[in-house]
């Protein structure tokens, strides 16, 4: 797995455009991260993420309160190219709240993957919550994962990911608020077990006071 760095860089407008060259040809996720603030309380903020002027998706979290700079919910998108030459990336607001300014910013990556097909779940909602997958057998892998939750009254706010009913890594901040904020996201190697039927994979939470609701959304990934 080889990772190519594009750019990291200040979120002053929208729309912003980037231009990036790829280094290779084949499939690849790109990983996007940026923050951006909220011009009122209480509603979703994010951004759309277009390449050569198609979508892919969005970042988002939920902003409880106003103007308050709030990282992202990153993520992966998958992505192939088939030539070497230039390429742009278009960020655009996901919501009419959505604002941005010199404290934001907005960075990318391309991981590039091998001939085995990640896995990559995407989930919203409250947590725990677990799909299945398919073990090719048993290897190395890439874990990565990220999402948002809250804690009633602050504290020590966990997201577990679960494999086979075993806790294989955790990302953690502390809550100060209230409020909904994103985990930071996290890439970590794993033993991915084998077994010939599919295997339980999914989110749960480091204590129960974590909370998660239907504006929460969070996203795994099996990288080989």
Same mark, same amino acid.
């Given at each position: #797995?080889?990772?190519q760095?594009?750019f990291?860089?200040?979120?002053?407008?929208?729309?912003l455009?980037?231009q990036f060259?790829?280094q290779?040809?084949?499939?690849?996720?790109?990983y996007?991260?940026?923050s951006?603030y909220s011009n009122?309380?209480?509603s979703?903020?994010?951004i759309?993420v277009?390449l050569d002027g198609?979508?892919?998706?969005s970042?988002?979290?939920?902003?409880?309160?106003?103007?308050?700079?709030m990282?992202?919910?990153?993520k992966?998108?998958?992505?192939e190219f088939?030539?070497l030459?230039?390429? %742009?990336?278009?960020?655009t607001?996901?919501?009419p709240a %959505?604002v941005c300014?010199?404290?934001?910013?907005v960075g990318a990556?391309?991981i #590039?993957v091998?001939?085995?097909e990640?896995?990559v779940?995407?989930a919203?909602?409250?947590i725990?919550?677990?799909?299945t997958f398919?073990?090719?057998g048993?290897?190395?892998a #890439?874990?990565f994962?990220s999402?948002s939750?809250?804690?009633n009254?602050?504290?020590?706010?966990?997201?577990?990911?679960?494999?086979?009913?075993k806790p294989?890594a955790?990302?953690?901040?502390?809550?100060?608020?209230?409020?909904?904020?994103?985990?930071?996201?996290r890439?970590?190697?794993i #033993?991915v077990p084998y077994?010939?039927d599919?295997i339980?994979?999914?989110?749960? %939470?480091?204590?129960?006071?974590v909370?998660?609701d239907?504006?929460d959304?969070y996203?795994?990934a099996?990288?080989?």
């Amino acid at each position: #797995m080889e990772i190519q760095e594009l750019f990291n860089k200040a979120f002053t407008q929208f729309p912003l455009s980037v231009q990036f060259t790829p280094q290779d040809t084949d499939p690849a996720q790109l990983y996007i991260t940026a923050s951006a603030y909220s011009n009122k309380p209480s509603s979703l903020i994010g951004i759309n993420v277009a390449l050569d002027g198609k979508p892919l998706g969005s970042i988002t979290v939920f902003a409880n309160v106003a103007t308050s700079h709030m990282a992202l919910v990153a993520k992966l998108f998958p992505v192939e190219f088939t030539d070497l030459k230039p390429h %742009t990336l278009t960020f655009t607001a996901a919501t009419p709240a %959505t604002v941005c300014d010199f404290n934001d910013a907005v960075g990318a990556s391309i991981i #590039m993957v091998s001939g085995v097909e990640p896995f990559v779940w995407n989930a919203a909602g409250p947590i725990p919550q677990y799909t299945t997958f398919q073990s090719a057998g048993s290897a190395p892998a #890439m874990l990565f994962f990220s999402g948002s939750a809250f804690q009633n009254g602050g504290g020590l706010t966990g997201l577990v990911v679960v494999i086979d009913g075993k806790p294989v890594a955790t990302s953690q901040f502390y809550a100060s608020t209230s409020g909904h904020q994103a985990f930071p996201a996290r890439f970590t190697q794993i #033993m991915v077990p084998y077994s010939k039927d599919p295997i339980p994979i999914g989110f749960s %939470t480091s204590t129960g006071e974590v909370s998660s609701d239907a504006n929460d959304n969070y996203q795994l990934a099996l990288i080989y």
